[in-house]
């Protein structure tokens, strides 16, 4: 499975940014699909997962209600909207699949994306 991740750039606080990202070469609907965030100079942080038939969805504690995951299927597509940006959220975003659920959030992936970088400025 192949992911581009696309959508980051520059923001001011407040906005919404939207990202996509895009699978390819794999039976997408079996995987679990995961958004994760690296700030710089920190580890990789869970942000966002939907299960397979996007039926579920489960949010790190701090960006619920702000973050909002979503796929569709058909296009062989995952989407991270984000709301009300801070600065704090300024980081490289990667996407994820996996054919596990429970542990998606640990950063259990069995394929990552390339990243694209949100920058949220004050």
């Known amino acids: 499975v192949q992911l581009q991740a696309s959508g980051g750039g520059l923001v001011q606080a407040g906005d919404s940014l939207k990202l996509v990202c895009a699978a390819s070469g794999g039976a997408f609907r079996s995987y679990h699909m995961a958004w994760f965030r690296q700030p710089s100079g920190k580890e990789r942080e869970f942000v966002a997962s939907i299960t397979g038939r996007g039926d579920g969805t489960a949010y790190s504690d701090s960006l619920k209600g702000r973050f909002t995951i979503s796929r569709d299927n058909a296009k062989n597509t995952v989407f991270l909207q984000m709301s009300s940006l801070k600065p704090e959220d300024t980081a490289i975003y990667y996407c994820?699949?996996?054919?596990?659920?429970?542990?998606?959030?640990?950063?259990?992936?069995?394929?990552w994306g390339q990243g694209t970088q949100v920058t949220v400025s004050s």
């Open positions: 994820g699949a996996a054919l596990k659920l429970y542990t998606i959030h640990t950063g259990s992936i069995d394929y």
